[in-house]
């Protein structure tokens, strides 16, 4: 099946620096991709999606300069959380969306903890 | 706007069926899928059903779909210790296909007892 490979799956920095993670689609293209963030014991919550070559669209409520998106290729897209606080700390799960539009895999995830 | 509903916790003994429930309100809903969360990993698509479907088996795994309750099940019969995870309900709702993000519920956490 098709496969999407998140990168780092753990993450520790500082508060005030920034992290960036990849989220690639190993054997298919996804001109679209999704990032979410999950509180613990909370679902999931889409953060923004993601157009290779063109800005991401954010949900309300999201800072998009804290949370840089670039979708450079079909199959690569980065998560920069910049400046980050310890509020920031989470688990980011990203999706690749396969051409039809159906579905949706999934990344393993990135667990962020900023001290 | 589109909402997704679930228990959040089911506990089951070991061999048992669980049966995992959730509705929906969006009626466009093309496709429904079951996703499962073992702690600290992604998530992982178990099943789908398509929605001018009724039922939907594949080996432990059974979906069933009452659309006009729009209300979906997963049954898992002989419930094993490595079925413990969080199982989250998902809807698309652009029909035909999009670049929408899925709707998801809050998740079902699974318990298994000895």
């Known amino acids: 099946g098709a496969v999407v490979s998140q990168h780092p799956s753990w993450v520790i920095c500082k508060s005030g620096t920034s992290v960036k993670i990849e989220c690639r689609s190993l054997?298919?293209?996804?001109?679209?991709m999704f990032w979410y963030r999950q509180f613990p014991k909370q679902s999931l919550m889409l953060m923004a999606t993601?157009?290779?070559?063109?800005?991401?669209?954010?949900e309300q409520g999201v800072e998009k300069d804290k949370f840089l998106i670039n979708h450079a290729s079909l199959t690569l897209s980065t998560l920069t959380v910049t400046s980050a606080h310890p509020e920031d700390s989470s688990f980011y799960i990203c999706s690749a969306l396969t051409s039809t539009g159906l579905w949706a895999f999934f990344g393993q995830g990135t667990r962020l903890t900023v001290v | 706007g589109e909402d997704v509903e679930q228990s959040l916790f089911l506990s089951v003994r070991e061999g048992d069926s669980s049966v995992i429930n959730c509705t929906y309100t969006d009626s466009s809903s093309t496709y429904l899928y079951w996703y499962k969360q073992e702690p600290g990993a992604g998530l992982q698509l178990l099943t789908y059903?398509?929605?001018?479907?009724d039922m939907k088996q594949d080996q432990r795994l059974t979906v069933l779909l009452n659309k006009k309750d729009k209300h979906l099940s997963l049954r898992i019969a002989d419930t094993q210790t490595g079925d413990s995870a969080i199982y989250f309900c998902?809807?698309?709702?652009?029909?035909?296909?999009?670049?929408?993000?899925?709707?998801f519920g809050k998740g079902t956490h699974l318990i298994i007892q000895p």
């Open positions: 998902a809807e698309n709702p652009t029909l035909g296909g999009g670049a929408d993000g899925l709707t």
């Open positions: 054997d298919f293209q996804a001109t679209t």
């Open positions: 993601s157009n290779e070559g063109s800005k991401a669209t954010y």
């Open positions: 059903i398509f929605s001018n479907m």
